[in-house]
């Protein structure tokens, strides 16, 4: 089967198959051979290492990653892109195709069936509507994956890279630096897909760390402050932690342990870093 990894190629099978773009799987599909390899690299996939991918598509990036790593295992919600699938892998036999929703997937008992003694990465030009809840699943039930590299919007992939004090610091970025260390590897523009999207793309790596970054006595707790403090940003984190619904401290509770942090019961809580996050909440718990 021919490189997919350009506009003509991807018309062709799109029109071999009568296909037509389903806005609510988020289907834009990568048409840049530059942008194809770039991921794939980024991604660090060798030759022992088993790939699951999210959304193959018409299989483009599979291709890559079927070249690159001992076996891919793709999962696409799409029926109709099955058969598509079925005829532009049959070069490949480390591939296996699945026809689901990967939301709905038990990745950990997938990665225990197909990868068993294989060091496992994700790899994904994500699905737009479903990209935060997709890798904080993968993230927040230690799937025992080495790394995640995704396509995602440029502005999601700024927000999960972030840090204390910049506009695009946030829950997002807390959650996902919690788990992970982030390197940005490209920046890709709307022409590089078909259809094009109205907004730009960012290809992001998330290395999941072994051992947590910071010790946290109770991970709720530290996540229900994040997400209090960023609830209301533009407040006091000591008054937007008391006035969360489900946080029962009071004012005296949260200045005292900011105190005990040498931290200025003024400060809001877009200036605290995760360290100082899950200090208060250690100290809070
Ligand atoms: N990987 C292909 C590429 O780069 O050209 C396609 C990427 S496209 C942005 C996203 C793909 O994810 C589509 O093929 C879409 O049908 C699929 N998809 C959407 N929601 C999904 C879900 N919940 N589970 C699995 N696949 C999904």
């Known amino acids: 089967m021919a490189d997919l990894g350009s506009a003509k190629s991807t018309a062709n099978i799109i029109n071999k198959y009568g296909f037509s ?21 980024a991604a660090l996939v060798g030759k022992e290492d088993g790939v699951i991918e999210i959304g193959p598509g018409i299989g483009t990036m599979t291709q890559r990653l079927c070249e690159a790593a001992s076996k891919v295992v793709a999962i696409e919600i799409d029926k109709e892109l099955i058969p598509i ?3 532009t892998m049959s070069g490949y036999d480390n591939v296996k195709i699945i026809n689901a929703d990967v939301m709905k997937t038990d990745l950990d008992k997938l990665i225990r069936e197909e990868f068993s003694g294989m060091s496992v990465k994700v790899v994904a030009n994500l699905p737009y509507y479903i990209t935060t809840p997709i890798v904080m699943s993968l993230l927040e039930n230690h799937l025992p994956v080495e790394s995640i590299t995704i396509m995602v919007q440029k502005e999601v992939a ?12 946030g829950a997002l970025s807390l959650a996902v630096q919690y788990y992970a260390d982030t390197y940005i590897a490209a920046n890709v523009p709307p022409n590089c897909f078909m259809p094009r999207p109205k907004i730009g793309s960012g290809v992001i790596r998330l290395t999941v760390r072994k051992e947590a970054k910071v010790e946290v006595a ?47 019961e003024k400060i809001r809580g877009e200036a605290l870093s995760l360290q100082q996050f899950a200090e208060l909440s250690n100290i809070l718990t």
């Open 85 to 87: 699938l079925n005829e």
């Open 218 to 264: 109770d991970e709720k707790l530290m996540f229900s402050l994040i997400r209090a403090a960023f609830n209301q940003r533009r407040k006091t984190l000591v008054n937007a932690v008391t006035n969360f619904p489900g946080l029962d401290y009071t004012k005296e509770d949260i200045e005292k342990a900011l105190a005990e942090l040498d931290i200025s």
């Open 158 to 169: 700024q927000r999960m890279q972030a840090g204390p004090g910049t506009k695009d610091y």
């Open 21 to 41: 773009f389903q806005k609510r799987f988020g289907q834009n599909f990568l048409i840049d051979e530059h942008v194809l390899d770039k991921i794939v690299d």
